[in-house]
């Protein structure tokens, strides 16, 4: 029975691992969004379905076994297809979900719905922000280019929609340390991030308490019910039950 992961997370090539040492088929998908996506111990694919229905004809022609979305939370419209597909097809469907992060003591938070209210939120003299949200989104912000952004991407953009801004390419995990330096090094004075949850991108937030800077964070978008894991070892013995392992 082949199980296909829908990824672009560190938690879905984590869990690519694991099924391939466990001798479980996998296809691991790509949106196809990362120009130079890691080598991986099972196949892979990369690109959209094309919608719900799309999906859904994968499924079938393919002769998957189970979904496991291990997107990035702020994917939704992937996860909602997902939902759809496999409700259509019958196939079995798990969410590997990062817990998302929540404040403690020092965090200077804002939180907020959606881009449109972050984005909202700089309305105010020049600050220097890094805008840590990923390349898909940064036009929400080209209505305040009164502040200098700093764009940490791992793929070149092209064209940027702000017209002051410094970029760098690099590809994370990134610790706390990394972060202070960067952000000391560029004098920011706020970040707006989304509340992707995880240890891989939390850095930020730990150096941003460090240096007791305010952080806009998005919330995550609202998504259909479905069975949720927590870690890729949950989401590995939700495998093997499904098999009767």
């Given at each position: 029975m082949?199980?296909?992961?829908?990824?672009g997370?560190t938690?879905a090539?984590?869990?690519?691992?694991?099924?391939?040492?466990?001798?479980?088929?996998?296809?691991l998908s790509?949106?196809?969004?990362?120009e130079?996506?890691?080598a991986?111990?099972v196949?892979t694919r990369?690109?959209?379905?094309?919608?719900a229905?799309?999906?859904a004809?994968y499924l079938?022609?393919?002769?998957?076994g189970?979904?496991i979305?291990?997107?990035?939370p702020?994917?939704?419209?992937?996860?909602?297809?997902?939902?759809?597909?496999c409700?259509?097809?019958?196939?079995?469907?798990?969410?590997?979900?990062?817990p998302?992060?929540?404040?403690?003591?020092g965090?200077?938070w804002?939180?907020?719905p959606?881009?449109?209210?972050a984005a909202?939120l700089?309305?105010?003299?020049?600050?220097?922000v890094?805008?840590?949200i990923?390349?898909?989104?940064?036009?929400?912000?080209?209505?305040?280019?009164q502040?200098?952004?700093?764009?940490?991407?791992?793929?070149?953009?092209?064209?940027?929609?702000?017209?002051?801004c410094t970029?760098e390419l690099?590809?994370?995990?990134?610790?706390?340390?990394?972060?202070?330096?960067?952000?000391?090094?560029?004098?920011?004075?706020?970040i707006?991030?989304?509340?992707?949850g995880g240890?891989?991108?939390?850095?930020?937030?730990t150096?941003?308490?460090?240096?007791?800077?305010?952080?806009?964070?998005?919330d995550r978008?609202?998504?259909?019910p479905r069975p949720?894991?927590?870690?890729?070892?949950?989401?590995?013995?939700?495998?093997?039950?499904?098999?009767?392992?």
């Open positions: 082949t199980t296909l992961i829908l990824g997370t938690e090539s984590r869990l690519a691992e694991l099924l391939a040492a466990a001798g479980l088929p996998a296809v790509y949106a196809g969004r990362t130079s996506p890691r991986q111990p196949p990369i690109g959209g379905f094309g919608g229905e799309g999906l004809r079938k022609a393919e002769g998957i189970r979904v979305d291990a997107t990035h702020f994917a939704a419209q992937m996860s909602r297809n997902a939902v759809a597909a409700a259509a097809t019958g196939t079995p469907l798990l969410a590997l979900e990062r998302a992060w929540q404040p403690g003591p965090d200077r804002t939180m907020v959606d881009l449109q209210a909202a700089l309305d105010g003299p020049r600050q220097r890094f805008l840590a990923g390349r898909q989104h940064l036009s929400a912000f080209a209505g305040q280019p502040h200098h952004y700093l764009l940490r991407l791992v793929d070149p953009p092209g064209a940027l929609p702000l017209p002051d970029l690099a590809r994370g995990p990134f610790d706390a340390a990394q972060d202070r330096a960067l952000m000391l090094r560029h004098g920011i004075t706020l707006v991030a989304k509340n992707a240890a891989g991108a939390e850095a930020k937030l150096a941003a308490r460090d240096l007791s800077l305010p952080v806009i964070l998005i978008p609202a998504l259909p949720v894991a927590a870690t890729v070892e949950e989401a590995l013995r939700w495998c093997h039950a499904d098999l009767g392992v």
